[in-house]
């Protein structure tokens, strides 16, 4: 039996991300929404069956995104670097 609060606040959760997938984009990158709703949805029901609070914490929500890139992580090879300098959105990232 599904529990009526996290039923509201995962669609409120969903909603949010739906209706500014800018900033989803930018904490997911490359995941794909669906498995990251899924485990967002998990660790929710995680978070009641331990009788904590439902909502997320930053720190919980940014677990499911590392957790989800770990495979697509390991899969980084040395060799695929070309520049030890890397421009991104946040400045750039030297890597000496």
Avoid: H
Avoid at 18 to 39: R, S
């Amino acid at each position: 039996m599904k529990n009526v609060d996290v039923e509201i606040y995962m669609n409120q959760l969903i909603g949010f991300f739906e209706n500014n997938p800018n900033d989803l984009m930018d904490l997911i990158g490359t995941l794909q929404k669906d498995e990251f709703y899924i485990k967002l949805r998990e660790r929710v029901e995680k978070n009641l069956k331990d009788g904590n609070d439902i909502v997320l914490t930053r720190d919980q929500i940014l677990n499911v995104v590392l957790e989800l890139k770990v495979p697509e992580i390991m899969e980084f090879k040395p060799n695929d670097l070309k520049s030890i300098v890397y421009k991104t959105k946040f400045g750039d990232i030297i890597l000496n």
